[in-house]
């Protein structure tokens, strides 16, 4: 598998059509919204199957049917497992599956990627881990065995969906309040904007500057500056591919990037399209992972979140 889409600059590949997806949503305990911000059942029967992950937190997923391959901008790939951690994304990743293909998972929060995972994200990020690698080997016993189900027709996606969440539920640890207030804090910061001033966050927590620099890094996987940068991608491509916009939207966005030209570069490094093809009906799979449900931590104070 090649890095391909709009990765590279005039060499669209082709993406699997959207008439063969399908994506269920399932909404997680409310005992569990501070850690996931969805649960998905997404079902493909092609014999290959090729889409874009964009930038984003990480999954703890199933893959009972579908093997395949996920490539990363710094040329090495993963292969995928049946119990799967995607750990949190610096870019947008394309990914490869020998269908058919289905996948159910858990999207976490930025705080349930840390009480789940502990994980250093600046030292994990753009990978596809096996989930036993990195969170024991009780992950892979059960993962293995409700895959088994699911194959036979003995379980469901959601069935499969909740036994993830009972899992998370039994798994997570506390974390630090101090870690926790930062968590939270760096979440209203990059969302109060499409250019965050970094000093705001520097004043607003209760950390010394060098601090924050290092603990949003392994918090998000990014500093500051880099995590806002991703996340004004990530929150324009979301605007873009709205049917309308305001004008005050519109004169927000364009005021923050140099030109069209870095709007198109930094949508394509983080998102995998170019804003031409955000609406595309051959991108199903980046338009329900750029749904706000999934990126929770982007507010969208003009439209507010999708149903």
Not at 72 to 92: K, M
Not at 151 to 167: E, I, Q
Not at 273 to 282: E, G, I, M, Q, W
Not at 283 to 298: G, H, K, Q, V, Y
């Amino acid at each position: 598998m090649h890095a391909g889409g709009e990765l590279e600059e005039g060499k669209p590949i082709a993406l699997t059509p959207p008439a063969l997806f399908e994506i269920d949503y399932i909404a997680p305990p409310t005992a569990l919204s501070d850690y996931i911000t969805t649960l998905y059942h997404f079902r493909c029967d092609e014999p290959h199957i090729r889409d874009i992950q964009p930038a984003a937190i990480g999954h703890l997923t199933l893959f009972p049917r579908g093997v395949g391959e996920m490539q990363f901008a710094n040329g090495h790939a993963d292969p995928s497992h049946e119990t799967n951690l995607l750990t949190p994304f610096t870019v947008a990743a394309p990914f490869e599956v020998d269908g058919p293909f289905h996948s159910i998972g858990a999207v976490f929060s930025p705080l349930g990627w840390v009480a789940l995972t502990g994980l250093d994200a600046s030292e994990h990020c753009n990978h596809l881990y096996r989930a036993s690698d990195w969170l024991g080997p009780e992950i892979e016993q059960m993962g293995s065995e409700l895959c088994r189900d699911y194959r036979d027709g003995k379980a469901s996606g959601p069935d499969l969906a909740h036994a993830l969440c009972d899992y998370i539920a039994a798994s997570v640890k506390p974390v630090p309040a101090r870690h926790a207030e930062l968590i939270k804090k760096t979440v209203a910061w990059v969302s109060s904007s499409l250019n965050p001033d970094v000093g705001e966050l520097m004043q607003d927590a209760n950390y010394s500057a060098r601090q924050v620099q290092r603990l949003v890094e392994r918090f998000f996987g990014l500093p500051p500056r880099a995590l806002a940068r991703k996340y004004r991608a990530l929150r324009a491509a979301m605007l873009l591919s709205l049917p309308m916009m305001s004008d005050e939207v519109e004169a927000e966005l364009a005021e923050a990037f140099y030109d069209q030209s870095h709007l198109i570069r930094e949508i394509r490094l983080f998102v995998g399209r170019t804003p031409a093809r955000l609406s595309d009906d051959a991108s199903p799979f980046l338009s329900e992972m750029l749904a706000p449900r999934n990126l929770r931590e982007i507010k969208l104070p003009e439209f507010g979140e999708d149903e």
